[in-house]
């Protein structure tokens, strides 16, 4: 009963060569690849349908309208589109005025879009702000690294001060900290 075991476990291993798992690979690749353009075409079509479609059916209602009609609907698609590039004008020129603003403040003006609003009021008052909070967060930076740290004290044998023999009885780390801690003393002990 064993052996018919061992022979099915045996058997249900199979080994591939280096070029079988090319192939095998290949294979997937080309099966992943194909439904990927697939997909991509049937929305593209589909896309174009549904462009083809508008467009049959705008044309299917301008055969139907009368001159004027169709003189006021064309109307209408060119006010739109004016109002659509004027509205992208106004933007541009905010942005704009946006960067100069920053400038003039002394503010990076990689922060404009963060500022950027729909008015030259509201873009002012957005500057006004943020240069507040950007002067608040650089002062209390300044202020941590000014801060500093506490001197150590020096570590002095018999009190305040070390003898001639002392120092040279002294390692270099010793010898470094009394240069840190105080180098006038240290000057005078080198000689």
Same mark, same amino acid.
Do not use: C, H
């Given at each position: 009963?064993?052996?018919?075991?061992?022979?099915?476990?045996?058997?249900?291993?199979?080994? %591939?060569?280096?070029?079988?798992?090319?192939?095998?690979?290949?294979?997937?690749?080309?099966?992943?690849?194909?439904?990927?353009?697939?997909?991509?075409?049937?929305?593209?079509?589909?896309? %174009?349908?549904?462009?083809?479609?508008?467009?049959?059916? *705008?044309?299917?209602?301008?055969?139907?309208?009368?001159?004027?009609?169709?003189?006021?609907?064309?109307?209408?698609?060119?006010?739109?589109?004016?109002?659509? *590039?004027?509205?992208? /004008?106004?933007?541009?020129?905010?942005?704009?005025?946006?960067?100069? *603003?920053?400038?003039?403040?002394?503010?990076?003006?990689?922060?404009?879009?963060?500022?950027?609003?729909?008015?030259?009021?509201?873009?002012?008052?957005?500057?006004? =702000? /943020?240069?507040?909070?950007?002067?608040?967060?650089?002062?209390?930076?300044?202020?941590?690294?000014?801060?500093?740290?506490?001197?150590?004290?020096?570590?002095?044998?018999?009190?305040?001060?070390?003898?001639?023999?002392? /120092?040279?009885?002294?390692?270099?780390?010793?010898?470094?900290?009394?240069? =840190?801690?105080?180098?006038?003393? %240290?000057?005078?002990?080198?000689?």
């Amino acid at each position: 009963m064993e052996e018919e075991q061992i022979k099915t476990g045996a058997e249900e291993i199979k080994t %591939y060569t280096e070029e079988e798992v090319q192939v095998m690979l290949q294979k997937e690749t080309d099966r992943k690849t194909t439904k990927a353009l697939e997909t991509a075409r049937s929305k593209w079509e589909a896309e %174009y349908q549904a462009k083809l479609e508008a467009e049959k059916s *705008e044309a299917e209602k301008l055969a139907k309208m009368s001159e004027a009609e169709r003189f006021e609907s064309e109307l209408s698609k060119q006010k739109e589109a004016f109002e659509t *590039e004027r509205a992208q /004008f106004n933007r541009e020129k905010l942005e704009l005025q946006t960067v100069k *603003e920053l400038s003039a403040e002394g503010l990076p003006t990689s922060f404009s879009s963060y500022v950027l609003a729909d008015s030259a009021e509201q873009i002012k008052d957005n500057i006004k =702000n /943020f240069k507040s909070m950007w002067q608040t967060e650089i002062e209390k930076a300044v202020n941590e690294r000014l801060q500093g740290r506490t001197p150590k004290t020096a570590n002095k044998p018999n009190g305040d001060t070390i003898t001639k023999e002392q /120092f040279d009885k002294m390692g270099y780390a010793e010898r470094l900290n009394l240069f =840190n801690t105080d180098p006038d003393l %240290y000057e005078q002990l080198k000689k």
